[in-house]
């Protein structure tokens, strides 16, 4: 069980870094957000317990698919979420006709005024499901959700993108595309 939360507490350390600041550790990540996991380690060693097989654990364990190795295990990258500019290399994709957002209630208002935009991220998160969004909205209070109307976006010109976890990203999802569901409120 602690050794569950020592990797937990190390798994959100390690995103830190691969999503927002390398520098804190003194690496710096490629232009499509590779760090090299020798140096990754390194770095983390400076101040905390980490060597390879902790780490491989932690992207094993990783519930939601953060992070990925290369094919020989030298780097190692932060999947989607960063606010740094990289270029995660991520494919295209049509949209199924709706995907979901979840948030908090307190968000509601700026959200019906401004659309979904992704404030110190690269792109919007979106979610394929309603429970997984329900999930996400959980984590900043009183969750609401929002529907998507992808059909209508991707007609219209707007670009979606899936990453390897399988989770949606786009730029931005302007007001006249989204449903607050109403049974959330």
């Known amino acids: 069980m602690e050794n569950n939360k020592n990797l937990n507490r190390m798994s959100k350390f390690i995103s830190l870094i691969l999503r927002h600041h390398p520098e804190t550790i003194g690496i710096t990540l490629d232009e499509h957000g590779w760090a090299n ?4 380690i390194k770095g983390v060693q400076k101040t905390r317990v980490l060597d390879r097989k902790m780490l491989e654990e932690i992207v094993d ?6 992070y990925s190795f290369s094919p020989d295990k030298t780097l190692i990258r932060a999947n989607q979420g960063h606010s740094i500019p990289v270029d995660v290399e991520l494919p295209v994709v049509k949209p199924p006709e709706y995907l979901y957002h979840g948030t908090g209630q307190k968000y509601v208002e700026s959200i019906d005024r401004s659309g979904l ?23 900043h209070g009183k969750p609401v959700v929002y529907r998507v109307d992808c059909k209508r976006m991707w007609k219209d010109g707007h670009v979606f993108y899936r ?14 595309y989204l449903e607050l569901m109403s049974w959330m409120i």
């Open 61 to 66: 364990a990783d519930e939601k698919g953060r």
């Open 117 to 139: 935009i992704p404030k110190g991220r690269l792109y919007v998160h979106l979610s394929g499901d309603v429970d997984t969004a329900v999930n996400v909205g959980r984590r």
């Open 37 to 40: 996991v020798d140096e990754l």
């Open 163 to 176: 990453s390897v976890n399988g989770v949606w990203l786009i730029k931005a999802v302007p007001v006249e």
